[in-house]
Antibody, heavy 120, light 113 residues
Framework: QVQVQESGPGLVKPSGTLSLTCSVS??????????WVWIRQPPGKGLEWIGS???????YYNPSLDSRITISVDTSRTQFSLRLSSVTAADTAVYFC????????????WGQGTMVTVSS | DIVMTQSPDSLAVSLGERATINCRSS????????????LAWYQQKPGQPPKLLIY???IRELGVPDRFSGSGSGTDFTLTISGLQAEDVAVYYC?????????FGQGTKVEVK
């Protein structure tokens, strides 16, 4: 049974860097079948695609955030991470990690999400 | 970016009745190389992550009840719930995966009348 789970600080200071990790179990990040993605949702608002990573290490970022984002896979290949720099209050959101369905770039396995607040 | 616009923003439907949600994309999401519409639908209940319902515009995800159906092509799509159940109260989002960045509609809230 595939599961993903987000972890990281719930509070980040303005101008700081948001760092989150997604732990993957029951599936391999090294699989060529899937993309691994970060999506966020500001309180009471809709969904925003942040970016994704493929097993090759290729990354795809939302241009609106591109200069501030880094998505990477750790050497154990059981986790992938999000770093978002120069955060402001507008980055306050629930951050989800998710796995794509095999060979289709839609998301069938999601974490529960982690709330990140940007505040001093 | 492809802009996804859903209508209505909210609707109230009696139990057992049909709910229809529309989604329009600012450009076609029909990919000519595979002749498939790169359009998905998700359901999100309060405090939960989104749940995949439909992909390729009309393919139901495993385990999704058959009262949920998707239709449409090109730029206009519909999610239909045939016979609303109490557990279907949620916000529904369409998503295009035709191009990066992937984008979502603003959401449609479905309630029981």
């Amino acid at each position: 049974q595939v599961q993903v789970q987000e972890s990281g600080p719930g509070l980040v200071k303005p101008s700081g860097t948001l760092s989150l990790t997604c732990s993957v179990s029951g599936a391999s990040i090294s699989s060529s079948s899937n993309y691994w993605v970060w999506i966020r949702q500001p309180p009471g608002k809709g969904l925003e695609w942040i970016g994704s990573i493929y097993y090759t290490g290729d990354t795809y970022y939302n241009p609106s955030l591109d200069s501030r984002i880094t998505i990477s896979v750790d050497t154990s290949r059981t986790q992938f991470s999000l770093r978002l720099s120069s955060v402001t209050a507008a980055d306050t959101a629930v951050y989800f990690c998710a796995k794509s369905r095999d060979y289709v770039n839609v998301y069938d396995i999601w974490g529960q999400g982690t709330m990140v607040t940007v505040s001093s | 970016d492809i802009v996804m616009t859903q209508s209505p923003d909210s609707l109230a439907v009696s139990l057992g009745e049909r709910a229809t949600i529309n989604c329009r994309s600012s450009q076609s999401v029909l990919y000519s190389s595979n002749n498939k519409n790169h359009l998905a639908w998700y359901q999100q209940k309060p405090g939960q992550p989104p749940k995949l319902l439909i992909y390729w515009a009309s393919i139901r995800e495993l385990g999704v009840p058959d009262r949920f159906s998707g239709s449409g092509s090109g730029t206009d799509f519909t999610l239909t719930i045939s016979g609303l159940q109490a557990e279907d109260v949620a916000v529904y989002y369409c998503q295009q995966y035709y191009s990066t960045p992937q984008t979502f509609g603003q959401g449609t809230k479905v309630e029981v009348k």
